[in-house]
């Protein structure tokens, strides 16, 4: 089955920045929709971003848009969140999700359309 690991978490304080990796052991990486979800204590799942197979595309919660980015290198299997102007409302445990062989033109923002996810990674924002 499809492994996937996120790094990059930790303390930071309001207004710094994280960039958070998410390696993925699949075969066909190179066609897998990927996005980042998180979970705030005591809340749902929330999706915050999602990148097509290719990177030709991508779309963002509206409360994180113009402060994270998005990307993917699928030579190295892997996706990256960047985090900038982080607010303690960001505070949360961050998932990588994908989604195998879905070779979309439109990012899924939806977390019932992904398959395989990480085992997350914390991000504490403090005031």
């Known amino acids: 089955q499809v492994q996937l690991v996120e790094s990059g978490g930790g303390l930071v304080q309001a207004g710094g920045s994280l960039r958070l990796s998410c390696t993925s052991s699949?075969?066909?990486?190179?066609?897998?929709?990927m996005g980042w979800f998180r979970q705030a204590p005591g809340k749902e799942r929330e999706f915050v971003a999602a990148?097509?197979?290719?990177?030709?595309?991508?779309v963002y919660s509206d409360s994180v848009k113009g402060r994270f980015t998005i990307s993917r290198d699928n030579a190295k299997n892997t996706v990256y969140l960047q985090m900038n102007s982080l607010k303690p409302e960001d505070t949360a445990v961050y998932f990588c999700?994908?989604?195998?062989?879905?070779?979309?033109?439109?990012?899924?923002?939806?977390?019932?359309?992904?398959?395989?996810w990480g085992q997350g990674t914390q991000v504490t924002v403090s005031s």
């Open positions: 999700a994908a989604d195998l062989l879905t070779m979309r033109a439109t990012p899924k923002a939806r977390s019932a359309e992904y398959d395989y």
């Open positions: 699949s075969r066909t990486f190179g066609a897998d929709a």
């Open positions: 990148i097509t197979w290719s990177g030709s595309s991508t």
